[in-house]
């Protein structure tokens, strides 16, 4: 659940952060929304859980 709202004012403050909102609105209008794959699998052991985070044992 989350405890923090999304909803956030946007600051563009710097010609970098607007050159990268154009290129992202760009990308939209050509390719379209981003839509990911499907999932390749999924675990619930906490030995590979461990192993994908870096978690030393």
Known sequence: MATKSFYEIMVIDTPETGANLAKAIED??????????????????????????????
Do not use: C, F, H, S
């Not at 390719?31 to 994908?52: C, H, K, S």
């Open 28 to 57: 939209y209008e050509k390719y379209g929304p981003y839509a990911l794959g499907p999932v390749q699998g999924t675990t619930d052991n906490p030995e590979i859980l461990d192993r994908i985070m870096g978690v030393d044992q």
